[in-house]
Structures are given as structure tokens and as C-alpha cells.
């Protein structure tokens, strides 16, 4: 396991409501990206968070958001759920910004909207 | 568990094995690359990585591959195991920016 921690492990919207996922970074790492897996592709990047601020983000709408609290964990937003939103979300923390090969990811939140 | 193996290329292999999984990245100006493994109900998995000043990386029963020249990348796994088996994806990175973007993946199934 590596020390990240997501919640809830599935959860299931209707449309145009609003979700909002946690994590855990691992112990000592100050970075946490965020992704969206649908079904069957990659993970595509939504943002990053080092040391609270946002440090980059993908394409994705604004009704996408996150925050990261002084102890690194963070949280995922989306507001008006539209039904394409339906994926795997993943974070992963890192030692720091670029550290790719000490980034760790959890196990993901699947979303499902009706 | 996730099954994020939905729709994805396959390579079926025997135990023992090699396996060579290919990936066809998207930005020449990429600088780093990544080999990911993830396994149905967790996430991704560092498996190897390599800098576009390299052309080739070893790891323990690992190999990748790096052509600049046709922006192509491959893992090499040696004496390939079920324990193998999972969907495999490349990703890159330019100039140490906060993305990392993902190739679509391959779901390798270890035949014992």
C-alpha cells in the first residue's frame, strides 16, 4: 500500500449535483495531483497543489476545484455533475513538485452520475 | 475491483515469457517518461522511468526503451508472471511542468 488515502470509495450523484472527494497525502510529501480515469483510458491530469496553492491545471472546466489544507491532505470539487463525470478519481502525493518516481497514488473514488 | 481494462489493446503472453508493451507518446519536446502498472481496484504503480537523454533503462526484470526519433517507448518485462498481469501505461513529461499525460494503455494477461 503506499500511504495514500482517498474517501469515499464509490459514491453515485444524480446531475447537477455537487461531490467532493478527500485525500490523504503520504506522510512528508507537500504536492498532490489529481486525475480523472474513465473507463478503459488513462488518467487525465486536473490539477496540482504544492504547499496550498494550485500549481497547474488540465482542461478541465472551472466548475472543477480543489484545495489543500496545512497538512498537505486535499480535497476535489465539482459542482454541477454532469453525467460524463462519471470516472475513477485519483490523487497521488509527491515529495515534492516533479518527483514522479516518489509519487505515490491511492486507490481512487469511483463516481457514478444518473 | 476497477476494471480498468475495458477496451484496451491486449497482449496475452505464458508465464516465463517476455513481454514487450509499446507506447506512442504525443509531445516531441517531452523530456521524461514514465512506466506505470495498475492493477483492477488501485491505482497507478511506479514501475521505471527515463530522460529523454537516455535510450535505454534497466530495473529489476525491466527494461525501457526510448526513440526519440518516432516518439516511441516500450517496456521490456523479463520472465513475465502472473503476478504481471495488469494494465500498462506510458506517460510524459515536459520540463518538470505539474501534468503528467498518459498514453491510452495496455492490459497484459499472464497465461500460467
Known amino acids: 500500500e503506499t500511504g495514500v488515502t482517498q474517501s469515499p470509495t464509490h459514491l453515485i450523484k444524480t446531475r447537477g449535483q455537487q461531490v467532493t472527494l478527500r485525500c490523504s497525502s503520504q506522510?512528508?510529501?507537500?504536492?498532490v495531483s489529481w486525475y480523472q480515469q474513465a473507463l478503459g483510458q488513462g488518467p487525465q491530469f486536473i490539477f496540482q497543489?504544492?504547499?496550498?496553492?494550485?500549481?497547474g491545471r488540465g482542461n478541465f472546466p472551472p466548475r472543477f476545484s480543489g484545495l489543500q489544507f496545512p497538512n498537505y491532505s486535499s480535497e476535489l470539487n465539482v459542482n454541477a455533475l454532469e453525467l460524463d463525470d462519471s470516472a475513477l478519481y485519483l490523487c497521488a502525493s509527491s515529495l515534492d513538485r516533479g518527483s514522479w518516481d516518489e509519487q505515490f497514488f491511492g486507490p481512487g473514488t469511483r463516481l457514478t452520475v444518473l | 475491483g476497477e476494471n480498468v481494462g475495458l477496451h484496451l489493446p491486449t497482449l496475452s503472453v505464458q508465464e516465463g515469457d517476455n513481454s514487450i508493451i509499446n507506447c506512442a507518446y504525443s509531445?516531441?519536446?517531452?523530456?521524461?517518461f514514465i512506466w506505470y502498472k495498475q492493477e483492477s481496484g488501485k491505482g497507478p504503480q511506479f514501475i521505471i522511468d527515463i530522460r529523454s537523454n537516455m535510450d535505454k533503462r534497466q530495473g529489476q526484470r525491466v527494461t525501457v526503451l526510448l526513440n526519440k526519433t518516432v516518439k516511441h517507448l516500450s517496456l521490456q518485462i523479463a520472465a513475465t508472471q502472473p503476478g504481471d498481469s495488469a494494465v500498462y501505461f506510458c506517460a510524459e513529461n515536459k520540463g518538470s511542468q505539474g501534468n503528467l499525460i498518459f498514453g491510452k494503455g495496455t492490459k497484459l494477461s499472464v497465461k500460467p
Open positions: 506522510s512528508g510529501h507537500n504536492t
Open positions: 509531445n516531441s519536446a517531452s523530456d521524461y
Open positions: 497543489y504544492y504547499r496550498e496553492e494550485e500549481n
